[in-house]
């Protein structure tokens, strides 16, 4: 895979440069509430325009139905990448059509220009070949040199990702370098005891990562909506808790094959639980009490891991070589029901192994619950990327970069 210093080595000065990034950031009435994956696009897009070249930077946000839809613009966005750049960035209110041909057309080199939402185009996620192919084509048009730098959107057979680096010479950029070389820690020559905590809605979500996972890792901590499945399994009641009773022979055989293998499987010991489902938008205070995971009340929802759990997960992450965490242990977006995901994090920050958040809802939480996202190993971009690398699955962006 040639990587962006190769790209700079060989000239960039005057050229045009597509740099397929991922500002699918998470907005509320039009406000970027995490800029997160903007940010870390910027040494891509920095290294370039210092260098010379004129910057067409292309997203997805969102899942429009392949039309132009107001709601999922690209230009909040836009407007934030101007911002930390420092400098004025040009924005095509269209994707391959004469707003986006005029918009490159007046880069002067080491300008930069957004264009509009991909996935405001049907080819962009086409399960047809010669559909995307075509769309591939028309981005091609706009560029000269093609830099994959979306790690959020590797693990997609899409145009953007897949088809246009095999029609223009292409190079990773340093966001994609680094989750690739943070994802081989987790893979490669693993330093041990190697702890991994898995959270999140849906077991369903998570069932191939941790068939992986129970060969590799030392410690798995499930939390989460997920947890109340393998609670299940237990014989355990789990009230309205969210259960995916179709899981349950599936995450039995886990619990059975991880004891055979030697991974400690640790589940919830204690929940707080509710008979509402908290206020998101308000975020007012929510009524629920704390009890056993074995005695979760039939008419009450389990909604966060209680105090004797964070305990238990802090000692099982303490001594960690290696930490990967993917998902909130509880509805992290109420102050009520955070304060798992925060002992998480903090454990995290205790520890002096390498540690990883694994992208997607825990980046988030971790920015939002204040956290100084520098004083982590390291904060993805792109949680479906990572799971499905720590799978062992064969990631189709990454694998068009490599040909």
């Known amino acids: 895979m040639k990587t962006i210093d190769e790209l700079l080595a060989e000239g960039v000065d005057g050229k045009r440069v597509f740099v397929r990034a991922d500002l699918n950031v998470p907005l509320a009435d039009g406000t970027i509430t995490d800029d997160g994956r903007i940010r870390a696009v910027l040494p891509t897009v920095k290294a370039l325009a210092e260098a010379g070249a004129k910057v067409v930077v292309a997203s997805h946000l969102g899942r429009p139905k392949g039309a132009p839809d107001p709601a999922f613009s690209l230009l909040p966005a836009a407007e934030r990448l101007g911002e930390l750049l420092g400098a004025p960035v040009a924005f095509a209110q269209d994707t391959v059509g004469p707003a986006a041909h005029d918009a490159v057309n007046g880069l002067q080199p080491g300008q930069v220009a957004v264009v509009e939402n991909l996935r405001f185009n049907a080819g962009e996620t086409s399960k047809d070949d010669a559909e995307r192919g075509e769309f591939a084509d028309q981005l091609a048009a706009l560029a000269d040199v093609y830099v994959g730098d979306g790690f959020g959107a590797v693990h997609r057979k899409h145009a953007s990702v897949y088809d246009l680096p095999a029609k223009l010479p292409h190079y990773a950029g340093y966001l994609i370098a680094t989750e690739v070389g ?12 190697y702890t991994v905590i898995l959270g999140g809605a849906k077991v369903s979500d998570k069932l191939a990562v941790i068939d992986e996972l ?39 055989e886990y619990m059975e094959r991880a004891e055979k293998n030697g991974v400690e499987l640790v589940l919830p010991v204690d929940v707080l639980v509710s008979t509402d489902f908290p206020d998101l938008k308000t975020k007012a205070p929510a009524d629920f009490e704390t ?4 005695k979760i009340p039939s008419d009450k929802e389990g909604l966060d891991i209680g105090p004797k759990t964070r305990e238990l997960f802090a000692s099982k992450i303490a001594d960690a070589e290696t930490v990967f965490w993917n998902g909130p242990v509880g509805v992290a ?3 009520d029901y955070a304060n798992g995901t925060a002992a998480i994090a903090r454990a995290l920050l205790n520890c002096d192994g390498f540690t990883v958040v694994g992208g997607g809802d825990s980046a988030a939480a971790v920015r939002n619950l204040g956290f100084d996202e520098n004083a982590f190993g390291h904060i993805s971009t792109g949680g479906g990327a990572s799971l499905e690398y720590l799978e062992g699955k064969t990631l189709p962006g990454l694998a068009a970069l490599e040909n």
């Open 182 to 193: 943070v994802l081989k820690k987790l893979t490669e020559d693993v330093k041990r005891p």
């Open 214 to 252: 129970l060969g590799k890792a030392d410690r798995l901590l499930i939390g989460g909506g997920m947890a109340y499945t393998f609670l299940k399994a237990k014989g355990y009641e789990v009230g309205i808790s969210l259960l995916q009773e179709d899981q349950i022979p599936t995450v039995t």
């Open 291 to 294: 009890v056993d995971a074995d």
């Open 333 to 335: 977006e109420h102050p």
